[in-house]
């Protein structure tokens, strides 16, 4: 998964991405944008490492791209924030980072205090492009249809673009319009900016980063509030530290954990675990997967000859205490390839090549 963060300038977007991945921005560039492996945080890996007796723990990652900040006040920062637009349209979901406080060392025309009206902005140019976009391949089809032969295909298309430029001229986001299978295929290619799942980050004074969130944004899968500044000082402090800083500020969770877990929800994402004699591994999938698409996700070579899935609950496995009591107990199945993956599954993969 690749998320994007994205944002007014000034907003403290880029001291919530050090925050997050526990690097300098300067680390790795993209024309303009900084990017950054994160591990998502399992803590169900270490009972498997355990169980296991495995050399090492792989988690599972997420990508995370800075993008430059965004303002209609700049020609030069409009620019540059359209140019990271190829790039944004490759991500799986957007985190937008507004400012919630005053800052004195802001220039005053940029000093607004209104965060609402920053994602208003932030989303209305996210949807001017996504309009572009959609107004010029409406008038390519209606040039194709009136040529003699049958476009079922396109006709389709055509009247699913025009669902979307009605709703994006009444300042609705595609991810409203676009809701079935068989339509997100349709206009895949486009990698539409409003059809991405958005979390919205409130940054705030620190005094008020234990507080509840100041609005719920309607078109954002999860509004969270937190002070960016904090939680960059929280990530540049030792582990066996980091606890009771938090606990000091009010703060129960970091915002590695909060934001990893709600870009998840937002994708619809879950993990589930496999081992052999050198490691134990989490892999990221959608839910709804079957289980031989999640053989797939190892190496082809699983899906291609897949047999069956041996397959545990690692809330089952965990209380079992081992495989041979899980097994016992019955706690352990032989699944088929249409098998459902869920959450937190504990699978070794059948199969013949």
């Known amino acids: ?168 001229e009444n300042e609705q986001p595609l991810s409203k319009v676009i809701q079935s299978d068989e339509e997100r295929k349709m206009v895949s290619s486009f990698a539409f900016l409003t059809e991405l799942p958005l979390v919205v980050v409130i940054n705030v004074n620190e005094a008020e980063a234990s507080a509840p969130v100041p609005f719920d944004y309607p078109h954002a899968h999860t509004t969270i509030a937190l002070c960016a500044d904090t939680e960059e000082q929280i990530a540049k402090l030792d582990p066996q530290d980091r606890q009771a800083f938090m606990e000091d500020l009010g703060v129960g969770e970091s915002a590695h954990d909060r934001l990893i877990q709600a870009c998840y929800g937002a994708v619809g994402l879950i993990s589930f675990m496999t081992h052999n004699q050198e490691e134990v591994r989490a892999w990221s999938i959608k839910q709804g997967t079957e289980a031989v698409e999640a053989a797939g996700k190892i190496h082809t070579d699983m899906a291609r000859g897949f047999i069956r899935a041996e397959t545990v609950a690692y809330e089952d496995l965990e209380a079992a205490g081992d495989m041979k009591a899980a097994k016992a107990g019955a706690k352990v199945r032989l699944e088929g390839k249409h098998y459902i993956v869920e959450d937190g599954d504990v699978i070794t993969f059948r199969f013949n090549v």
């Open 1 to 168: 998964m690749r998320i994007a963060f994205v944002g007014p300038l000034q907003s403290g977007k880029s001291t919530l991405f050090r925050a997050v991945t526990g690097q300098a921005a300067s680390d790795q560039h993209l024309m303009g944008e900084h990017i950054a492996v994160v591990k998502v945080p399992d803590p169900r890996l270490e009972f498997l490492q355990r169980l296991f007796k495995t050399k090492k723990v792989v988690e599972a990652t997420i990508e995370c791209l800075d993008v430059p900040g965004f303002s209609h006040e700049t020609a030069q920062s409009q620019s540059e924030f359209r140019k990271s637009l190829p790039h944004i349209r490759q991500c799986d979901a957007l985190v937008a980072v507004v400012r919630g406080f005053d800052n004195p060392t802001v220039p005053a025309y940029r000093n607004r205090v209104d965060a609402r009206a920053d994602l208003e902005e932030l989303e209305s140019e996210l949807m001017f492009c996504d309009l572009e976009s959609v107004t010029g391949r409406i008038e390519k089809l209606q040039k194709e249809l009136k040529k003699p032969k049958s476009h079922d295909e396109e006709k389709h298309q055509l009247e699913l673009l025009q669902r979307c430029q009605n709703a994006l």
